[in-house]
Structures are given as C-alpha cells and as structure tokens.
C-alpha cells in the first residue's frame, strides 16, 4: 500500500490551509514583531499603518478580551507583547487588510519605540545568572564520584551543539472563519489542535466548545508546529473575534525562519572514567539547554535529554544534569528527536574522546558498552527485549565493518591530501510522552450501510503518513479492504482533548483507539449475526477479506450483508474508542519510573571522504539495520527512515544557526541557511530492517518510526572526524557540531587559522 497522498502531493492536488476557496470578504493579516532582543516598549504608534491603503485595523495587546496568555507549561508568554519584549521576532501587532501585500505594506508603517535592554545570548551566561526555566533536574545511578578511581582512564571534555531550523514546507499559518453564536472555527497548521483551542480559548475568554480546530493535514511539523503552531492560530483567531470576518494569517517564509523557535542549541561539559578493557565505569554530564526567552516546551524536552543521556549504553555510575536556560532568543521548541539527539551527542564525543586517549578503535569501545537484558536506565526503567546488540551485529556483519576499516586504512595509506572516515552509530530511543498524562488517544469510527467506513482520530498527518497506517489498522481490525475506508480532518468535535501528534507516537496510539473502537463495533455485528444464524459461540465468528467465518466455514455473509441487515435491525454502526498505554508513569522527586512503552535500536555504518585542503567533504555511504517490530507498512516506514536521516545529517553537518550578540538572526534566509539536497546525500544508502521480531505494546506488533532514525545523523560528525584525525593525528579537535566544511578546514589548519580567517 503506498502512502495515500503520493498522487495528490505529486500532481498538487492535495489541500492545504490556504488551498481552500476563500471566503468572501475574507482579511488577511500580517504580523509586526518586535525589532530588537530585549527591551522596554516605550511607544507603539499605529496610526500611519491604520491609514494604509486596505487596512481594516490593527490590534495589539489592550484588544484581547481574554487573557494574554499563551505559555503551555509555564504562563510565561504573551500572546502580543505589553510592555517588554523579549527575542527579535516576538509579536507586538497585528495588521487587518483586504489582501496580503496591503496587509504586508502595513506592517511596515508600524513604528516602535524601545529602551533596549542587555541581551544574553549564551546559556551558561544566562545560568549563571540563575535565568532558568523551571527546575535544573538531575537523574542518577550508582556512584559516580567514587567510581572515578576505578577507572584507569579518565577524560573530560565540552560540546558545543547548534540548533536546528524545521523548515516544514508549509509556512505556520491559520484561517478562522467566525460561525453562529460566538463560534469559530480555525483551520490550524498545527500538530497539536487541542493545544491550539484550549489557548484560543484563553485569550478570546470563552469556553473550549466555542473553538473548534480543524487540520486536514500539514505541510511539514518536524516538532515545529507541536506547540509553536499556537500564536499564530491565536492570532488569526483574536482577529476574526474581533472584526467578525474570516481571517488568514501566512508567514511568509523569511519571516518564519526569524519569529519561530527552534531546536535547541546545547552547552555541556562531561567526564567518562574507563577501565582499562574499555568498559565505561562511570559518566559525569551537564547540560546547558539554550531554551530562549519562554518556557515553551524546553522543560521537557531537557527531560529527554537527560532520558537519553547514556543512548544505547549501560553505564553503572552516572549523573546527569541539565538545565534550561532562558536567553533573548526565539523560544526554543521540539524538534524531531526532542533533546534525545543532543543527549546523545555528548556521550558519542566522550566515547570518542576516550577511544583517542586510549589508542583503541571507537566502535570497540560503543560496542562493550551496548545495553543488554537485564540492565537498568539511570532513570530506574528495567530493560528487557534490547535489541542494541542484535543491531549492531548485523549492521557490522551485513554491511562488513571489518572491510570498511581495512579499506579506510589502505585508502589513507595511500592518500595525502584526502582522507577516508568511518564510524557506527547505535539508537536507543524511548517510545511513549515523558509527560505521562498525554499517552491517552481516542477514535470515533462510523460504519456506512453501503460497508464504507470513517475513521476520525486525534492524530495529525504531518507527511509521515499517519492517515496510510491508520487506513490499514482499520481496514485490518474490521477484516476489510482498505479501500473502504476514509480517514477524515482531525477536529476538535468528533475527537476532544487529543494529546499533539508528537513523539512518534501517534500511530501507536490513535492506532490503538482505532482497534478499540472497530472491536467494539464487530462485536455488535457478531454478537447480532450469530442470533440471526442460529449460532450459540459467537467468538467463533471473524471477518475475514470481507467474509463472516464460523470458524474455517463459510456462513454465506459478506461485509456489505452483515452490516446492510444489522442496520435493518438497529444495531449501531459507530464507535469511540479509547487508549491510555498501560504500565507508564515517571516519579520527578525521585526521578526514577517507567517512562516509555518500549524502546527503539538501531545501528548505522558510514563511511566519509575529507579533502583535506578545502575542508569539503562527502558521504560516501550510510548503511542502516533499524528495528521496526513487525512494521504497518514497510514503504512508509522506510521513507521515515530515510527522511530522519537526511534531517540528522543536516543538523550535524551543514545547517548552522547563526545569531550575533544583539541576538539577531543572521542565517535567515535559504541563500544562507543550507539544508541536504538530493546530491548531498550518500549514493550508497541501504536501510535493512530486523527480521523476525515482535512488539507486544505496538499496533499489531509493529514499533514507531518518526523520530528515532534522526539520531543516526550523529554517525557522520564523528566518521568526519576520523577523517580529519586521519590528515592530524596529533591535533586536539573540538565537539562543536555542526561540523561545516569551513569548521573542518579551521580545524585541520589551525596554526594557518589566522591567515585563513582573514582570507574568509
Ligand atoms: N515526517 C514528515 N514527512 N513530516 C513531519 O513533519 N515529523 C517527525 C516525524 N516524521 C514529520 C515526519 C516528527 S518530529 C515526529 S514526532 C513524527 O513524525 C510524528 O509522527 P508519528 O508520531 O506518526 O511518528
Ligand atoms: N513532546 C512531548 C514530545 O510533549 N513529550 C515528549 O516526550 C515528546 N517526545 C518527543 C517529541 N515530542
Ligand atoms: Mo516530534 S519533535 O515529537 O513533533
């Protein structure tokens, strides 16, 4: 089964917000955000904006009725700015016109005042100063203090890690359109409707039931719409409250990359003890999260930083902290990965740091260490059914690891002035909300007495293919051809208080929902054809490709007769279902719990080469073995797979976020924010799957998929920097990610670094 959008999206027919046939009268909006970092509003003049051509209005804070208010975990962020402004970029007004360009032009009349403040731009500054955003956590194992004179090699080391720009395809946006009766319905871009009504709510002061959120789907989250998608659906929402008209908000693209948060840049410091076989003793971390200037999601997603703080190692000593810190920047959000990759990185570089010291090979260090059954996470969860070992194993076996290091030595044996790296890179990534309260899911599933089915779930089709996987659940619990099933919008008023389509979980749980509901439905169905063919153990009957079976009999019913007659009957045909993952839950006075479901393993070989006079370089292949349970649908699953790691390799590689002191946004723009494109991707790029493996807590056996194989990327930094070790043997190399073509060059020449800094 392919991706159900695959035609539409190739021939452009497939709908977005702004492909709906606009209303008439409809205004367009265009948001004035605030020049500067940090500062007093002194005056805001809106006059010669109001007196624009097309302008209707300008709103700003004194016109929402509500409260300005739009923090999910902590009330720290207002939805139009008062009296300070906090990041360049924050919102300050909102202009109303009769088409976009007069809305634009606008915008540019507006003038501000402000009596700047400091700016703080780097974490550790901000921490220091005790700006951080709800409290520094710390999750422990044994004893790491003690631990330290066991070892018999002991390194520390620092890692500076950049963000990440999401760059969905589809720019935030939202059309509200006002019904009767103080309703409105908006149609969000959004991964997390329910987040977006309840914040409506807030700031127009009225009840959930009077927002109602409908998204067909999104061009693109990637985590950048999982909470960031509010403002601006508040915005276009406050404006058609306030004017009584239906109204669009679009950003344009420049003004996205500037006002939205992004993945967070991570400070750390860290100290790993060794004995002398290789065995890591004891890990010492602390993280510094640049969160930006509001909570946003930061506190959690610090909290899978620290969840995958030791990635698919058993360390028996560890302690692990991290803090978010608040700086001038855009608020920082989730992004594929949600601080899991950050956490990650840091024990990568100290295993490579320790592998250096020691003389032995990397991956023979990583592959000592892997987790086994029986070990425990720093965050107390039992492990059981790891497939770490398993992964990595037949990554090195299929895609012959041993061969790659003989021909990466031969190769740099017989080169001067290029040089080949290679490096492995193992997964573990926890599947489930570290929030626990948000794995919960429902469905609402109707049958048709035609035998067509409508399945409406909480979760958000972003391009990962969410609407393809629920089809075939239900196509599957029904017993079904899945042409017979639609998967409608998600909307507020079929599915209430759904959890964001986030943290790969989305077909795990709404999939479950989806089951749940079905069951109920077929139940009723058998339950009313075993009466009606005289049979007395009803749990003998399946529908199978669209056939009742009396065990392996033929009853004569097909679908289309079994439903048809049970609607003659009054037997209700439609169904809520709902799921709450069994068995998780997180104790953050002690920190320790049983936070995921399960987890995801994977192991990824790559292989580089480094032209070592201008510090360019090319992934000459990425080889991956991936867990996937027993997988929905293997074609989806592969373009995550592929599709993760493409956005892994950017980050560690050519995506550099650049601020300057007054915290503006300089790599603003694609001419100077560079994303992998289709010839920067290895041409060798194999994906296997495990074989034979189960998952009793997914869907039908199968494990989630979206975010895990982003960490792959990791792999390629440290395959370059084999490379680079390769040309300076001697030379003290940093963890800075990402590591840019010019980054590389500094670092191979740094006694020429003067000279060629200059000459850049
Ligand atoms: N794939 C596409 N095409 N577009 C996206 O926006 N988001 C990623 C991942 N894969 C995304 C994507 C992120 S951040 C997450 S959490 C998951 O998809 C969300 O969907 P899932 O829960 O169904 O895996
Ligand atoms: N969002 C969230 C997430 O709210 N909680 C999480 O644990 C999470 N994990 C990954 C991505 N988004
Ligand atoms: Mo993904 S970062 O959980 O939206």
């Excluded at 659906?233 to 996205?256: F, I, M, N, W, Y």
């Excluded at 194993?393 to 017989?414: C, G, M, P, R, V």
């Excluded at 790599?667 to 041409?683: E, H, I, Q, R």
Aim: glycine share 8%.
């Amino acid at each position: 089964m392919k991706h159900i959008d695959a035609a539409g999206h190739t021939r452009g027919e497939s709908q977005y917000v702004d492909d709906m046939p606009q209303p008439v009268g409809m205004l367009h909006a265009a948001v004035f955000t605030s020049p500067v970092a940090h500062g007093r509003i002194i005056s805001l003049n809106l006059e010669e904006a109001v007196r624009c051509d097309g302008v209707i209005t300008v709103l700003s804070a004194k016109d929402i009725p509500g409260e300005n208010q739009i923090g999910a975990l902590i009330p720290d962020e207002l939805l139009l700015a008062e009296h300070e402004v906090h990041f360049v970029g924050e919102p300050v007004a909102l202009v109303l016109a009769k088409s976009y360009e007069q809305a634009h032009r606008a915008v540019a009349k507006i003038q501000v005042e402000i009596d700047e403040l400091p700016v703080v731009t780097d974490p550790r500054q901000a921490f220091e100063s005790g700006a951080i955003i709800g409290p520094a956590r710390t999750f422990a194992l044994g004893d790491v203090d003690t631990a330290w004179q066991e070892c018999a090699v002991v390194v520390d080391g620092q890692c500076e890690i950049g963000g990440q720009e999401h760059l969905y395809l589809e720019t935030q946006r939202c059309r509200a359109i006002p019904l009767e009766d103080g309703v409105l319905r908006l149609y969000s871009s959004t991964q997390s409707p329910y987040a977006v009504q309840k914040a409506a709510a807030r700031v127009l002061g009225v009840a959930h039931h009077k927002i109602e959120v409908d998204v067909k789907r999104l061009g693109g989250g990637f985590g950048g719409k999982e909470d960031q998608a509010t403002a601006w659906s508040c915005l276009t929402a406050l404006a058609a409250h306030c004017t009584g008209k239906a109204v669009e908000l679009v950003l344009p693209r420049h003004q996205d990359m500037i006002c939205t948060g992004k993945r967070h840049p991570y400070s750390a410091d860290f100290r790993i003890g060794l004995n002398q076989a290789g065995k890591i003793l004891a890990y010492d971390v602390k993280h510094y999260q640049n969160a930006g200037a509001a909570a946003d999601l930061s506190p959690a997603v610090l909290e899978r930083t620290l969840f995958h703080s030791t990635n698919a190692y058993f360390i028996p000593n560890v302690r692990i902290f991290g803090a978010s810190c608040r700086t001038n920047l855009p608020p920082n959000t989730a992004f594929r990965g949600f601080g899991g990759p950050q956490g990650m990185f840091v024990i990568e570089s100290a295993i490579a740091k320790a592998a250096e010291k020691m003389n032995k090979p990397r991956e023979q260090i990583q592959r000592l260490n892997l987790l086994r059954d029986g070990d425990t996470f720093p965050y107390g969860q039992h492990l059981d059914d790891v497939r770490a070992e398993r992964t990595w194993d037949e990554a090195a076996q299929s895609f012959d690891l041993n061969k790659i290091k003989q021909a990466t030595k031969t190769y740099n044996d017989d080169h001067f002035e290029s040089k080949k790296g290679y490096a492995v890179m193992p997964i573990c990534f926890g599947i489930s909300f570290t929030a626990t309260f948000l794995n919960q899911a429902g469905a609402l599933v109707h049958v048709y007495t035609d035998g067509s089915v409508s399945v409406s779930t909480g979760g958000i089709e972003m391009g990962q293919g969410l609407v393809t996987n629920i089809a075939r659940i239900a196509a599957r619990a029904f017993g079904i051809s899945e042409k017979r099933i639609k998967v409608e919008s998600t909307n507020t008023t079929r599915v209430a208080n759904m959890s964001p389509s986030a943290a790969s979980a989305t077909t795990d749980l709404n999939g479950h929902a989806t089951i749940l509901a079905a069951g109920q439905i077929t139940d009723r169905l058998k339950s009313f054809a075993a009466n009606e063919l005289g049979l007395t153990d009803k749990s003998r009957l399946t529908i199978v490709h669209e056939k009742l079976l009396d065990g392996n009999r033929e009853t004569g019913w097909d679908w289309q007769k079994l439903v048809q007659t049970a609607y003659l009957n009054r037997i209700d045909l439609s169904a809520h279902g709902f799921y709450a993952t069994p068995g998780v839950w997180f104790d953050k006075q002690k920190e320790k719990g049983n936070p995921f479901a399960y987890h995801v393993y994977g192991a990824a070989v790559f292989e580089v080469t480094l032209d070592c006079l201008r510090g360019t370089y090319e992934i000459d292949s990425a080889k991956i073995v991936h867990d996937l349970g027993r997988p929905i649908n293997k074609l989806v699953d592969i373009g995550q797979v592929e599709g993760g790691l493409a956005q892994g390799l950017g980050w560690m590689t050519l995506e550099e976020l650049s601020f300057d002191e007054q915290g503006r946004f300089l790599s603003n723009s694609l001419a100077s924010y560079k994303v992998p494109d289709a010839y920067f991707m290895p041409d060798d790029l194999q994906v296997k799957f495990l074989q034979n493996v189960d998952n009793p807590a997914g869907p039908y056996g199968a494990k989630a998929v979206g975010e895990p194989p982003l960490m792959y990327g990791i792999g390629v930094f440290f395959a370059i920097r084999a490379a680079m070790r390769a040309f300076r043997p001697d030379s003290d190399l940093t963890f800075d990610a990402p590591m840019t073509p010019e980054r590389v060059l500094l670092g191979l020449h740094e006694q020429e670094r003067e000279v060629l800094v200059t000459k850049i």
